[in-house]
Structures are given as structure tokens and as C-alpha cells.
């Protein structure tokens, strides 16, 4: 089941078709996926990204995050520093677990997580390398760091280089819309569930014989986390909040608690809940809650030419931050 999400696609909507925009003050916002009664994701041009972002501009678009979820800004020019400087002004970052040292990382910032396909001498990742394998699990939906305790709320992608058009995307959920749509037996069904979030698990999903039996020092960086299937989300939806990492269902059997997750996956990521976002140019950013959505990359295949993608990544300071105590 699981499996078969891990192959390059994209879905019917994607993020730059032309849409009716709006004005708000300085920005001019495009909406990407619209339906009577709410949107999910938008670009936003008119942000200075040559000065610090003032703090009045910083608190008009976290409300606009906390609307549209996913916020796509084009052509940024940010450098890391920048980035990191942009970063802060949401919240606490979180420090890469994996960050050996300045010597030992591309990007020598402890700040940013390494998300592209380039080694440290710049050749691209080998095939059969245990971190090509470990990319595997990022082709499937997810939420970034749901299997923490103290989970993330925001990521923010930031482009380096030239993507190369028509071979670069990133693909967004609204699990807000999704559970909506549920029918209401089903949410009272799902209404008191907590969910054992594990990142060996989707590892080992998406690549059984390599991560089925991660290495020890592995385990010992992240230990799985609990927390709740049915959140409320900034604008006070309720939302799901899943990802390939869920193992399992308090209770449950492994065997039950798959097969209900998968079968909200899917739910959450049918063509009207799901669009692509294609990384046009060097700059490009996408700055998303994983609060209340899902995404998946594309695999690396053999044919892949270089992608220099950055992640910062802000702690979640909400209500629901700190997941369950089991
Ligand atoms: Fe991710």
C-alpha cells in the first residue's frame, strides 16, 4: 500500500496556473486551490526580501499561513543567513540532529537541514547509498518531524541553484478539507485516537531491506512520539494530523492501525485535497505548517540532476505541541 506512493508524479493541480489574485496592503496574494468554503496554499508576491522582514509584515503573513497552510514566495534571493534570520522571526528552530560539525555538512549551518540530493564533495547521492535510501521515505506523505514529542509546527524550503523546470516538485495535502469531508461516524471514530509516530517506520516502509533494521546510534536520535489523529488548527479547524511515520494506534493492533491510517492517507491525498508546487527558480521558497497538511517529495532516481534545497524548521509553541504522554 504504502509502496506505491513512492513514484514520480505530479497531481491535476499545481501551484502557478494564473488564478484571480487579491491585494492586501503590499502583498498580493494568489490562492492555489479554492473551494466554497475554504483555500489551501497561495503565493505571495511583494514581500522586500532584500531588508529584514518587518515585524508587522512578519504577523501579516503568519496569518496568512494559518489560513492558506502552505505560502509559496517566488525568486527570493535569500542567502542561509537570511533564511536563518527569517527563520527566527516565527519561533524557536530546530537544530539538525544529524549536524556533525561545520566540516562535515554541505550547508556548515546548524540551522538548516540538508534536503537536496548533493554529497559533500558535490557529486550527487549514489544510488544504494544508505542515504538514497534513507531520501526514499521523504517521496512518502508526511509531516516533518511529527516523531518528535515536541513536534515542529512550520517548514521552510528554500531553493539554491537552478531546479530544472518541469522536474522539480513539491506536493501539499489539506488534511483540514479532508476531515471535513469525513463522514461523521467516522470523525467520532477517529475523535479520541493517539498515534505512535515513529521515523524508523516510514524509513523501513520505504525501504525495507536498508532500514529494517536501523543502526543503533539511529534509534537512539529518534525515539518514536504520541500524539493525537483528530488537532485543531490555527484558524480552528479540526484537521488529521497523519503522516507515513504513524505506526501505530494506541491499542490498536500494528496490522488495524495501518490499515486506518493508510486508508486516511488516501483520503487526504486525493486530487481535490492535493496540489504541486514546481520549483521555478533559484530563490524559490515554500514555507508550510505541519500542523495542518501533509506533503511528499519525488524520489531521487538515477537520472536526477543536481537539487540544492534547504529546510529551516520552527518548534511548535501551540496547544498541541507536546503531543501525549503514554
Ligand atoms: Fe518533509
Known sequence: ?????????????????????????????????????????????????????????????????????????????????????????????????????RQNDRLGEPFLFDVGNICLDGSLVQKDSRRWHHSLGNALWHTDSSYHQHRSKYSILLSHGSPVRGGSWTHFADTRRAYNDLPEEKKQQLEDLVVEHDLWHSRKLASPVVYGNPLPHELAAKPPAFHRLVQTAPDGRKTLYLAAHAKQIVGWSLEDSQKLIWELIMHCTQDQYVFSMEWLQGGDMVWWDNRQSMHRANPYTETMTARDVRRSTIIDDGPQAHGVAV
Open 1 to 101: 500500500m504504502a509502496l506505491s506512493y513512492i513514484h514520480i508524479r505530479t497531481y491535476p493541480n499545481i501551484s502557478h496556473s494564473t488564478r484571480a489574485s487579491v491585494k492586501q496592503g503590499s502583498l498580493t496574494i494568489t490562492p492555489v486551490l479554492v473551494d466554497h468554503e475554504s483555500a489551501f496554499g497561495a503565493e505571495i508576491a511583494g514581500v522586500d526580501w532584500t531588508q529584514p522582514v518587518p515585524d508587522e509584515l512578519v504577523k501579516q503573513l503568519v496569518a496568512l499561513q494559518d489560513q492558506y497552510a502552505v505560502l509559496i514566495f517566488r525568486q527570493t534571493g535569500l542567502d542561509n543567513q537570511r533564511h536563518i534570520a527569517f527563520s527566527q522571526q516565527l519561533g524557536e528552530q530546530e537544530i539538525n540532529p544529524f549536524f556533525y560539525g
